[in-house]
T-cell receptor, first 113, second 111 residues
Framework: EPEVTQTPSHQVTQMGQEVILRCVPISNHLYFYWYRQILGQKVEFLVSFYNNEISEKSEIFDDQFSVERPDGSNFTLKIRSTKLEDSAMYFC???????????FGPGTRLTVL | QQPVQSPQAVILREGEDAVINCSSSKALYSVHWYRQKHGEAPVFLMILLKGGEQKGHDKISASFNEKKQQSSLYLTASQLSYSGTYFCGTEGENTGNQFYFGTGTSLTVIP
């Protein structure tokens, strides 16, 4: 069964460093998402991506964040200068159409020291 | 914008029933339900689209009242495996892929 994959599973970084979180969505899906979940809290929408551009972003998704689909298979989330409060689990999700099920990847745990 | 769920937490004995509610302040086109176990990704349960439908499989079902902007998840004859945090997720019509997760309901089933 096709699945969304994410790498790395755990990333530890120093405050101020740049990190890139990688996701491989399911191959025939057209809509891609990034979510953040701070430990013990709810899942928060960051950004949606369709047709090679951002379609929606939340207030969390400020200038420190960017997304790319560089090669038609990977979907990346870049945080330019990490802050302590960026420590969280980051989930990627994809789906083939709106108003359909989103398939979630296993997540990347980001720890900023 | 974020849907509000109630209750925040519930503890059940095996075999008991539970209802989890999701309420939005905005007009909805679809409601999704997910269950998340600790340290894992959310797992899709079901989606309900505008039309006031009810869905279900096995002992888990849900309803969606778009006029009231509410959805409810029904768990009957609960099993230990039902333990986790339940999130609703909502989308409006023509909102350009903005997806909001609810506040979450922690469900614990004990023997």
């Amino acid at each position: 069964e096709p699945e969304v994959t994410q790498t790395p599973s755990h990333q530890v970084t120093q405050m101020g460093q740049e990190v890139i979180l990688r996701c491989v969505p399911i191959s025939n899906h057209l809509y891609f998402y990034w979510y953040r979940q701070i430990l013990g809290q709810k899942v928060e929408f960051l950004v949606s991506f369709y047709n090679n551009e951002i379609s929606e972003k939340s207030e969390i998704f400020d200038d420190q964040f960017s997304v790319e689909r560089p090669d038609g298979s990977n979907f990346t989330l870049k945080i330019r200068s990490t802050k302590l409060e960026d420590s969280a689990m980051y989930f990627c999700a994809s789906r083939w159409d709106t108003y359909n099920e989103q398939f979630f990847g296993p997540g990347t745990r980001l720890t900023v020291l | 914008q974020q849907p509000v769920q109630s209750p925040q937490a519930v503890i059940l004995r095996e075999g008991e029933d539970a209802v989890i509610n999701c309420s939005s302040s905005k007009a909805l086109y679809s409601v999704h339900w997910y269950r998340q176990k600790h340290g894992e990704a959310p797992v899709f349960l079901m989606i309900l689209l505008k039309g006031g439908e009810q869905k279900g499989h096995d002992k888990i079902s849900a309803s969606f009242n778009e006029k009231k902007q509410q959805s409810s998840l029904y768990l009957t004859a609960s099993q230990l495996s039902y333990s986790g945090t339940y999130f609703c997720g909502t989308e409006g019509e023509n909102t350009g892929n903005q997806f909001y997760f609810g506040t979450g309901t922690s469900l614990t089933v004990i023997p």
